[in-house]
T-cell receptor
Framework: EAQVTQNPRYLITVTGKKLTVTCSQN?????MSWYRQDPGLGLRQIYY???????DKGDVPEGYKVSRKEKRNFPLILESPSPNQTSLYFC??????????????FGSGTRLTVV | SQQGEEDPQALSIQEGENATMNCSYK?????LQWYRQNSGRGLVHLIL?????REKHSGRLRVTLDTSKKSSSLLITASRAADTASYFC????????????FGKGTSLLVTP
């Protein structure tokens, strides 16, 4: 089944403890992206990647890192999480490497709580 | 960054009725997309309309795009309880470049 898989689904962590949220897609998509969703603010893009070893900042990149060493994986790294990073996170992928003209496929989300 | 804005924020209708949601945006776009999100779940892509298209259909969905007014509408005909969800428009291109920018969504409740 074509899908984007995120892990974990739920995570509670403490301030400052490094964590990684994994994202993997099995559709050979070139474009991948991370979003966070917060009440009243909608979805905001954190980082995106147009292909292997190509990543770029979205609207709210502060406090996050990403890497794209393989086409299928796009992990989101929080080096020193803070409570304001408590949010619902989504990974998404799309076929094109250029200006995407295809819809995105979203993962099921990771609900992160930082205490 | 550019962001679509949906209207209304919330909509409540009965099964069998049509639901119309609107989206406005600020600058030129390459395409506009509509997504559905069931509570706390991932977004599901519904339909994409390119900037040179004016109307598109998919099953019970009808999307229109008016680039002169920078607006789009999503019509769901003969609504069902299973259509209860949040609906988001998202724009791509123009000033936002490669970022798909989402609005804050319309929350649709369809009651039996």
């Amino acid at each position: 089944e074509a899908q984007v898989t995120q892990n974990p689904r739920y995570l509670i962590t403490v301030t400052g403890k490094k964590l990684t949220v994994t994202c993997s897609q099995n559709m050979n998509h070139e474009y991948m992206s991370w979003y966070r969703q917060d009440p009243g603010l909608g979805l905001r893009q954190i980082y995106y990647s147009m292909n292997v070893e190509v990543t770029d900042k979205g609207d709210v990149p502060e406090g996050y890192k990403v890497s794209r060493k393989e086409k299928r994986n796009f992990p989101l790294i929080l080096e020193s999480p803070s409570p304001n990073q408590t949010s619902l996170y989504f990974c998404a992928s799309s076929l094109n490497s250029g200006l995407p003209n295809y819809g995105y496929t979203f993962g099921s989300g990771t609900r992160l709580t930082v205490v | 960054s550019q962001q679509g804005e949906e209207d209304p924020q919330a909509l409540s209708i009965q099964e069998g009725e049509n639901a119309t949601m609107n989206c406005s945006y600020k600058t030129s776009i390459n395409n506009l997309q509509w997504y559905r999100q069931n509570s706390g779940r991932g977004l599901v892509h519904l339909i994409l309309i390119r900037s040179n298209e004016r109307e598109k259909h998919s099953g019970r969905l009808r999307v229109t795009l008016d680039t002169s007014k920078k607006s789009s509408s999503l019509l769901i005909t003969a609504s069902r309880a299973a259509d209860t969800a949040s609906y988001f428009c998202a724009t791509l291109g123009g000033d936002s470049g490669y970022a798909l920018n989402f609005g804050k969504g319309t929350s649709l409740l369809v009651t039996p």
